[in-house]
């Protein structure tokens, strides 16, 4: 089993930056992928949408709309994922979710709890 834990969100202006935490509990040698996802106000959880993902080897990918923006980044040694986000607008406000998973355990896909991010003058 892994744990995922969230911190770092909170209340930000249009235009500034916020850095999200996520560490990791339990079996963390088995996490292969690690990224962030965010679910907007509103909306259920099978709309919540990727924002950026990175791979055991470094390898980085982000959603259309982060791009240029905002920044994964992982420590291997504590299997810890950061998302630096800057210029950060409106239609960023959401519950942002950790995701990483583990494909030689029983339980492949993990999630944290979550954490709110809300944009707004």
């Known amino acids: 089993q892994v744990q995922l834990v969230e911190s770092g969100g909170g209340l930000v202006q249009p235009g500034g930056s916020l850095t999200l935490s996520c560490t990791s509990s339990?079996?963390?040698?088995?996490?292969?992928?690690m990224g962030w996802y965010r679910q907007a106000p509103g909306k259920p959880r099978e709309q919540r949408e990727l924002v950026a993902t990175i791979t055991s080897d470094g390898s980085t990918n982000y959603a259309d709309a982060v791009k240029g923006r905002f920044t994964i980044s992982r420590d291997y040694a504590s299997v810890s994922v950061y998302l630096h986000m800057s210029d950060l607008k409106p239609e960023d406000t959401a519950v942002y979710y950790c995701y990483a998973d583990a494909p030689l355990l029983p339980i492949v896909d993990y999630w944290g709890q979550g954490t709110q991010v809300t944009v707004s003058s």
């Open positions: 339990g079996n963390i040698f088995s996490i292969d992928h």
